[in-house]
């Protein structure tokens, strides 16, 4: 038979202390021995984890972090497998144009700056782009496309 036991939360409402001694013990702020980062750093840092996960640096580095100063370029790239297969979306969108048999793309007016090469190409595409792998040129340019760096 199973033996269900009582949280003892559970079982103490109702009693003034809740176990906690005379009725004033485990009241307010006096009871809960400081604030911040009070009882972080010892016992092996036990606590350290929680506030890591908050991104709060942990406790011991102090003095001056000097920001990096060269300007980070954000890269959005996009594969060529990826970009063939969202051809017809864009064609519905009306986001690139479609004249005979080729593709003419902007890719920067879609929000890339930079072509990969991972993929097959079937289709002929004239892309428009800011950067572009060497090999993701090479790919285009044998499937009847261009690639042109603006």
């Given at each position: 038979?199973v033996?269900?036991?009582?949280?003892?939360?559970?079982k103490?409402?109702?009693?003034?202390?809740?176990?906690?001694?005379?009725?004033?013990?485990h009241?307010?702020?006096?009871?809960r021995?400081?604030?911040?980062?009070?009882?972080?750093?010892?016992?092996?840092?036990?606590?350290?984890?929680?506030?890591?996960?908050?991104?709060?640096?942990?406790i011991?580095?102090?003095?001056?972090?000097?920001?990096?100063?060269?300007?980070k370029?954000l890269?959005?790239?996009?594969?060529?497998?990826?970009?063939?297969?969202r051809?017809?979306?864009?064609?519905?969108?009306?986001?690139?144009?479609?004249?005979?048999?080729?593709y003419?793309?902007?890719?920067?007016?879609?929000?890339?700056?930079?072509?990969?090469?991972?993929?097959?190409?079937?289709?002929?595409?004239?892309?428009k782009?800011?950067?572009?792998?060497?090999?993701a040129?090479?790919?285009?340019?044998?499937a009847?496309?261009?690639?042109?760096?603006?």
């Amino acid at each position: 038979m199973v033996v269900r036991k009582k949280k003892k939360s559970r079982k103490l409402r109702g009693s003034t202390s809740h176990g906690w001694g005379f009725s004033k013990r485990h009241r307010g702020k006096g009871s809960r021995g400081g604030h911040g980062f009070a009882g972080v750093g010892k016992r092996g840092a036990q606590k350290e984890t929680y506030y890591l996960s908050l991104g709060i640096e942990p406790i011991g580095k102090y003095g001056i972090s000097v920001k990096p100063r060269c300007i980070k370029v954000l890269v959005k790239a996009i594969n060529l497998k990826e970009l063939c297969e969202r051809l017809e979306f864009w064609i519905a969108q009306k986001s690139i144009e479609k004249s005979a048999d080729t593709y003419k793309i902007d890719l920067t007016k879609l929000g890339y700056t930079k072509l990969l090469a991972d993929g097959k190409v079937t289709k002929k595409l004239n892309i428009k782009c800011k950067s572009c792998s060497a090999k993701a040129k090479q790919k285009v340019e044998a499937a009847g496309g261009a690639v042109s760096l603006a």
